[in-house]
C-alpha cells in the first residue's frame, strides 16, 4: 500500500502526478470494479495493516458521530467517521432517509493535507462490513469449522457468506430469516455450490462452527445456552446501542468479546450497553487489532464473540485500496500505444 500510495502522490514538483490533475472522483462502478471477491486477500491485507496500525498507535479513528432533523422514524439524519492512517486520512458521511442510506467517501494525503478523492461509498460500505468480519473470522475461528450459521438473508447476509467461504472451507450453510428463507437457501446454494439449509434459530445457534448475524433485530435472536463450545459467533446486523441480536447468556460464556474499538462498542453495540452489570468482566473484551498483532490462536472449547459495529477505520482502508487500485487502471489507459 505504500509504494501504491507513494505512486499516486509523487510527482507535484515536477507537474506530474496526482497533483497536476483535479482531485479524482470515483464513481460506484468504478469502485465495484476494485472490490470484487478476486481481490478479497487484498482487502483483508489493507484491514489487517490498518487494525495493526491502530493498535501500534500509529492510526487513529474519528468517532461516527449523528445528526438528524427531528426524532420521528424515516426523518432526515447525517452521519459521519472517519480514520487517519500513516499514508492517508479520510472521512465517511452519509445520509439516512426511511431506512435508507447513501455513503460518499472523502480522501487526504497526511503528508500536504491535499484532497486526493471522493468516492461513492454504498458498495464500500457492503463489503468493507464483510471483509472486516472475514478478518475476524480468519483470526478467530477454529481452522477445523465446517457449519456456517446465518441469520437473515439480506444484502449483509449474503455478502457475508460470500466473504466468509474465502477464509474458511465451509461445507454447509444454516440459515434462518423471518422471511423467504427456503427461496434464499436455494439462491445462495446456487450460486455459492454448497448445501443451504433454512432451519430454525435453535438449530443455527446448536450446530453452527461459526455464527453470522446480519438482522435488524432489537432482541436476541436465540438462546446462549444453545451455542456448543468453540463456536465463534459474530454479531454485525445494528450499530445502534437500543438494539441486540445476542443475550447476556452467551456473553457470559464468552472466552473472549472482541470489538474494533472498545471505545465505539461501549457507545454504541446494543449487546454491551444492555448488558446486565458483570456480564462481561473487562479483562474478557478485547481489540481485534490487538489479537493480530499478538497473533492470537483460537482454543478449541472456547467461545469466542466478536461484535461489529463499522468503524471509519475500515472505510478509509479499503478506499485508499480502491483509490490505488483506480490510479494504477487509469495510468496504464493512458499508456501510449
Partial sequence: MNACLA??????????????????????????????PARRPA???????????????????????????????????????????????????????????QFVVNLFDTTTGLPLATM???????????????????????????????????????????????????????????????????????????????????????????IVTCTRATEPLFDGALVRPGTLVCAVGSSKPVARELDDTLLARAAAVVVEWKTAALAEAGELVRAAPGTIAPERLKELGELLVAGHAPAAQDIVVYKSVGIGLE???????VLCDEAAAQAGSEQPS
Fill in 120 to 210: 461513492s461509498a454504498n458498495e464500500l460500505t457492503r463489503v468493507r462490513t464483510a471483509a472486516t468480519t472475514a478478518l475476524a473470522v480468519d483470526t478467530l475461528a477454529r481452522a477445523q469449522a465446517r457449519v456456517l450459521g446465518v441469520f437473515g438473508n439480506g444484502v449483509q447476509a449474503q455478502a457475508h457468506v460470500e466473504a466468509l467461504l474465502g477464509v474458511r472451507r465451509f461445507e454447509r450453510v444454516m440459515l434462518h430469516a423471518r422471511s423467504d428463507a427456503p427461496g434464499t437457501a436455494a439462491r445462495w446454494s446456487a450460486e455459492f455450490g454448497l448445501p443451504v439449509e433454512a432451519v430454525d434459530a435453535a438449530r443455527v445457534a446448536a450446530e453452527s462452527d461459526v
Fill in 7 to 36: 505512486r499516486i502522490t509523487c510527482g507535484n514538483a515536477k507537474g506530474s502526478g496526482l497533483y497536476s490533475r483535479p482531485m479524482r472522483s470515483i464513481t460506484e462502478t468504478q469502485v465495484a470494479r476494485h472490490l470484487t
Fill in 315 to 321: 472505510d478509509i482502508a479499503l478506499a485508499a485500496m
Fill in 43 to 101: 482487502q483483508l491485507a489493507a484491514l489487517r495493516e490498518a487494525f495493526e496500525h491502530f493498535a501500534q498507535g500509529r492510526a487513529t479513528v474519528l468517532p461516527r458521530s449523528r445528526a438528524a432533523l427531528a426524532q420521528a422514524s424515516g426523518a432526515p439524519m447525517v452521519s459521519a467517521m472517519g480514520a487517519v492512517l500513516p499514508d492517508m486520512l479520510g472521512t465517511k458521511v452519509y445520509a439516512t432517509l426511511n431506512g435508507k442510506f
